[in-house]
């Protein structure tokens, strides 16, 4: 064991300048996420690699980063949301990934959906945006196109801020006034309907946006009725209520007034039909929209 372990804190500081691909390490040591979040924990900033995905696709992620990034360090990440995600897409659909992060899902869905398709990506946090764009450009994809805007229900001027304490950029949220405590950044604010104000058609929408979701919905309705789009969502009741001042009940009454029902992802399918938070222990969920006509 002493041996594997040696060779797996030998190939993290490799890493550091090349690659990382470490599915058979991870595999074979039990501890190894809890031996990154303690190295890196003391480790300040961001470290940005490149890494090679198992299907080949090439990311930039942040070492640094205990969230998305870890998982795709391993090619570990929502394997169930993920699944789920690219069997619903085929060629020429239309993916929107709205808080995309370091693009895990965007790259993905790009090979699927192909070249008669599209993915929209928005990620408003500026340097996580800049490493999508890296990644995009060096996989030679041009059928993504990705926004550096936050979307709510009101364009205009808003405020990103995430806690630097926990090394997940991903928990970055829009929010009235910033925590001293917290980073953050000003950053523009659009609405989903004013970027597809042409009358593009979408099919799948992603979003994860740590409680925002009632906004970002409110200003997508016109979109929403129209495309009629198959939606994955993460639901945070703690979140929602921080940043949207709202409950489960009242997002999902929300989503009933455009035309969804919403359900349960169990084991990577639709599973159970909810109306207000289920009664399990978890602090977050991934649920599905769908037209209740659909």
Same mark, same amino acid.
């Given at each position: ?87 619903? #897409? ?34 408003? %946090? &500026?340097? $996580? ?19 550096? $805007? ?9 405020? #990103? ?11 970055? %949220?829009?929010? %009235? ?10 950053? $523009? ?25 009632? &906004? ?7 979109? &929403? ?56 222990? %978890? ?12």
């Amino acid at each position: 064991m002493k041996k594997i372990f040696d060779k797996f804190k030998k190939k993290y500081l490799q890493s550091l300048a090349k690659y990382i691909v470490l599915p058979e390490e991870y595999q074979a040591l039990e501890s190894s996420r809890e031996f990154f979040r303690k190295i890196i924990s003391s480790m300040p900033g961001e470290k940005w690699v490149m890494s090679e995905l198992q299907d080949g696709t090439m990311i930039y992620l942040d070492l640094l980063d205990h969230g998305v990034s870890l998982g795709a360090l391993f090619d570990q990440y929502e394997l169930e949301e993920t699944g789920f995600i690219l069997g619903a #897409l085929s060629s020429g659909s239309v993916f929107v990934d709205i808080g995309a992060n370091i693009g895990w899902y965007s790259l993905k869905a790009s090979k699927i959906v192909g070249e008669k398709g599209r993915v929209i990506a928005f990620e408003p %946090r &500026l340097s $996580t945006f800049l490493h999508l764009k890296k990644s995009i450009d060096l996989n030679g994809f041009k059928n993504i196109e990705v926004h550096n $805007t936050a979307l709510s229900n009101i364009p205009g001027e808003g405020t #990103l801020e995430w806690n630097t304490s926990i090394n997940n950029p991903g928990s970055s %949220r829009l929010v %009235r006034q910033s925590q001293q405590s917290f980073s953050s950044q000003n950053v $523009t604010v659009s609405t989903l309907d004013q970027i597809l104000d042409t009358g593009r058609e979408i099919d799948f929408v992603k979003i994860d946006v740590e409680g925002a979701e009632p &906004l970002v919905f409110q200003g997508a309705a016109s979109t &929403l009725k129209r495309t009629k789009p198959m939606i994955l969502s993460e639901i945070s009741p703690e979140y929602l209520k921080h940043v949207s001042n709202s409950s489960v009940w009242d997002y999902l009454s929300q989503m009933g007034q455009y035309g969804y029902s919403c359900y349960l992802l169990e084991k990577g399918q639709i599973g159970t039909r909810i109306k207000d938070w289920p009664s399990i222990e %978890r602090d977050v969920l991934n649920v599905v929209f769908v037209q209740s006509n659909g």
